[in-house]
Nanobody
Framework: QVQFVESGGGLVQAGESLRLSCAAS????????MGWYRQAPGKQRELVAR???????AYTDSVKGRFTISRDNAKNTVDLQMNSLKPEDTAVYYC????????????????WGQGTQVTVSS
């Protein structure tokens, strides 16, 4: 069974930083594109960052220049460094493998972790 364990969230003030970590089991990380998702209250879960097996990264416009995704294949982990946090970044953050379906990126596995809460106060 695929499992993801997210950690590193917390309560911070606007402008501060957090580093999230995702530990994966049951998958071979180095052959998967991995991503970080977030879900804010009343909104749909959205992909905010992804990294391919070759190291290519991409970000949604709202986090470009502030967030950095990285991976450690030996440890089966994916991190998300979040700088200059804003109140609109408040959400529960999840990780998953991602795959392309047509022209859209979708989560690869139906099993989600508990996520880690990020709350940014103004």
């Amino acid at each position: 069974q695929v499992q993801f364990v997210e950690s590193g969230g917390g309560l911070v003030q606007a402008g501060e930083s957090l580093r999230l970590s995702c530990a994966a089991s049951g998958i071979t990380l180095n052959i998967n594109t991995m991503g970080w998702y977030r879900q804010a209250p009343g909104k749909q879960r959205e992909l905010v960052a992804r990294i391919t097996s070759s190291g290519y990264t991409a970000y949604t416009d709202s986090v470009k220049g502030r967030f950095t995704i990285s991976r450690d294949n030996a440890k089966n982990t994916v991190d998300l460094q979040m700088n200059s946090l804003k109140p609109e970044d408040t959400a529960v953050y999840y990780c998953n493998a991602v795959t392309v379906s047509g022209t859209y990126w979708r989560p690869k596995y139906e099993s989600w972790g508990q996520g880690t809460q990020v709350t940014v106060s103004s």
